[in-house]
């Protein structure tokens, strides 16, 4: 067969395939063009989840006739004023996406600029254009794409359902708001407001936090850590979530390249480096991240679409994003996303209301109600010798002051079936332990051998203890290893034979000089491994499945992980099985001796799984909740 030349329509169809996917990509290129024209105001209105209508109008220069008749040429723009594909300094610039829809569609483009008297109408039906006619209209540009893909109906059977289509217009016309706060948006799907942004004013960062809060919800902009770093003429600004506030998925994660919304594997891994060791496996942060990068140093023309981007200093580039989000991170670890606690605390109102008995003088039942719900009060004489030395008339306790009897230092004597069904600890805390108190507070009991009670000066603290004492071991092992030193080790007296797989065994073998810095030594023990040494810090942890969790992960990670990845890695496994664990009882001095270690320890908000290691309950939630 002999080659040759396809026809326009055939060509533009065959872009049309790689730029317009369904109807987002028709918005998002009408959108971008908008807003590169200057327009402050952009309105969307769709039907049929964008099948058979999209409307985009918005009060930018518009256009002359000439401009107009151009504008449906193929690989004709007004945003490249040079030859350089690398000096891009326009969302659009390829030319492709107004002939692209045509082909595909029926057009409709009416347009004005204003000095002029009147504007100018084109229509296009499946690329064939007609005659451009006069038109009354207002300053703009105003543009109907009808039937999507009439042209080509094989397409249509790959489109979902009108509210998924609408939805993914939806997501894109957001993730284009949040980085033009100073323009306004609106979206119309099928007679019905899903978006109405008006215009943020402030500085940048002020309207895209106000923006971001819009778009997220108020619960993202509460729990979020500003952002920013510069590196090497690039500049990254922007909002993270705290690791306690996560996602299911990775909808929530905007990422901006020179103001260009895009969805690159090199900055969405970076996201993922930073957060490693302070996210719960299978959970995703919350984000909205710019990075401005010099035009000449990124290059946007990988692809039709303009979503992915290459840089010319990957590494710089990654190491920019996980610097800047992990020192966020670091500066307000000692925040918890307060979602979880006011979940907790309309999960305990709920609960009160649905088991609140009102009493009723006059009911018949009074003498049983008295008897069994309401207590009697205690006749001075029938009290504990251990209460009595308690009461001093006129006393007001201070904040910090026990009300367990002083005589009593575990209440067995008062309740002593109590004890033994929840695990109650109330011994009271020395004066010393009062006068080194923090944030965490003073620890009061231990509660099912699991968790610490620490009352705070406004608030009731709980804490996990195996959950916190994890961070503090991970955070004393990064430490090490970043000052290059061997932590300290202790000799088994009697070493650990491991049986592993071959698999298994040829992994872990490749990290013996790694694992020898963190003070475990291992050594090859003919089909098994062998281990002579353990870091002092997890001496008392369970060896033999230790080895063995570190030895899966390796085997899974293969080659593909980072040697800093890695080591986090196996810092993190090492210090899980190394930490209290839970059903360990605890003394009062080692209650509060973790307390201050979690003070001044790094991310002690999460464990190294990404789970919370303490809730705060203010007093005054407290009160609320027995209506005081």
Known sequence: MPIRVLPDNLINQIAAGEVIERPASVVKELVENAIDAGADRIEVTLKAGGKTLITVEDNGKGMTKADLELAVERHATSKLPTDNLFDVKFLGFRGEALPSIASVAKMKIITRQEQDDSGWSLEIKGGKKEKITPAACPKGTRI????????????????KTDSAEAGACADILSRIALANPAVSFYLYADDKKKISLDVTTGDMFNARLRRAAEVMGRDFSENSLEVSGEREGMRLSGLV????????????????????PVKDKLLLGALKGAYAGVLENSRYPACVLFLEVEPMHVDVNVHPTKAEVRFFDQQGVRSLIVGAI???????????????EKDLLTRLSQKLSADYIPFNPASETEGILKENIYPQPYETDTLPPAYKNNITPNEKPSLFQSHAPKNNTHGTGVLPELMANFSVKTEEPSEQDYEKAGPLGVAKA??????ILAQAEDALVL?????A????????LKKAMAAGEKLPSQILLIPEVIDLSLTEKAALNEEIPALEKLGLVIKDFGNDVMVTEVPALIKDAALKKMVKDLADEMAEWGTTTTAEDKINHIAATMACHGSVRAGRRLNIAEMNHLLREMEQTPHAAQCNHGRPTYIRLELSDLEKLFHR
């Open 144 to 159: 109907e794409v009808r039937d999507l893909f009439y042209a080509t109906p094989a397409r249509l059977k790959f489109l």
């Open 241 to 260: 979530s705290l690791p306690t506030y996560s996602k299911a998925n990775t909808l929530s994660q905007y990422l901006f390249v020179n103001n260009r």
């Open 326 to 340: 992990r020192q966020a991170l670091l500066e307000g670890d000692k925040r918890a996303a307060n979602t979880g």
């Open 446 to 451: 231990q509660f099912h051998d699991t968790y």
């Open 463 to 467: 804490i996990d203890q195996h959950a």
């Open 469 to 476: 004492h994890e961070r503090i071991v991970l955070e004393r």
